[in-house]
């Protein structure tokens, strides 16, 4: 077992700045590769960012492409999202998922609560 906890959101300003943390309990010393997910209210949970257990190779979605930067630390079991020029669109609850490298969310096995990113005009 995996269990995803999420922190770091908030509210900013549109074009400001947040970085959410992702840290994995459970089952120490074992990286999983790992995403970062969000839904807006109404609408459908939607692929922002993933990243390999090694950390070498990251994906984006087209709509945060060259905003949002995806990291991690295996020695803290923790995965960052580094989220820059936030707009009022990325309001959402953000949530981190372990288990795979996908855009699906139906191919992660584990996910945290999601912690809340509002974007002010």
């Known amino acids: 077992q995996v269990h995803p906890v999420e922190s770091g959101g908030g509210l900013v300003q549109a074009g400001g700045s947040l970085r959410l943390s992702c840290a994995t309990s459970?089952?120490?010393?074992?990286?999983?590769?790992m995403g970062w997910f969000r839904q807006a209210p109404g609408k459908e949970r939607e692929f922002v960012a993933a990243?390999?257990?090694?950390?070498?190779?990251?994906y984006y979605a087209d709509s945060v492409k060259g905003r949002f930067t995806i990291s991690r630390d295996n020695a803290k079991n923790t995965v960052y999202l580094q989220m820059n020029s936030l707009k009022p669109e990325d309001t959402a609850a953000y949530y981190c998922?372990?288990?795979?490298?996908?855009?699906?969310?139906?191919?992660?096995?584990?996910w945290g609560q999601g912690t809340q990113v509002t974007v002010s005009s």
């Open positions: 459970g089952r120490t010393g074992t990286s999983y590769p």
């Open positions: 990243i390999t257990w090694s950390g070498f190779s990251t």
């Open positions: 998922a372990a288990g795979a490298v996908s855009s699906s969310e139906w191919d992660y096995g584990y």
